[in-house]
Nanobody, 126 residues
Framework: QVRLVESGGGSVQAGGSLRLSCVAS????????MSWFRQAPGKEREGVAAVNIDTTTTYADSVRGRFTISKDNAADTLYLQMNSLKPEDTAMYYC????????????????????WGQGTQVTVSS
């Protein structure tokens, strides 16, 4: 059974940085798309960044240039380096992954992913 465990959330001041991690287990190989989503109180879940099995990446306009997604295939771990954080980045951040060998066409669409972590909270104060 696939399991995703996020870590690295916390509280920072605006302009600061955080690095989120998501360890995947239960896969028989590391060829699966992964992504980060976030959900703020009272708002819908939104896609932040995604990496496909061909290593192409996709970013939401709101984070492009500030956030970097990367994947360590050997460790089957997904990362999200978040720089120049803003108060509007405050949210619960979720890791998501798809079945192996599936090329995700719409990387920032939540319906593209079959597996989800429990989330890690990021709070940015002004």
């Amino acid at each position: 059974q696939v399991r995703l465990v996020e870590s690295g959330g916390g509280s920072v001041q605006a302009g600061g940085s955080l690095r989120l991690s998501c360890v995947a287990s239960g896969y028989t190989n590391n060829m699966h798309a992964m992504s980060w989503f976030r959900q703020a109180p009272g708002k819908e879940r939104e896609g932040v960044a995604a990496v496909n099995i061909d290593t192409t990446t996709t970013y939401a306009d709101s984070v492009r240039g500030r956030f970097t997604i990367s994947k360590d295939n050997a460790a089957d771990t997904l990362y999200l380096q978040m720089n120049s954080l803003k108060p509007e980045d405050t949210a619960m951040y979720y890791c998501a992954a798809d079945k192996p060998w599936v090329v995700v066409v719409t990387g920032l669409d939540a319906s593209s992913y079959d597996y989800w972590g429990q989330g890690t909270q990021v709070t940015v104060s002004s």
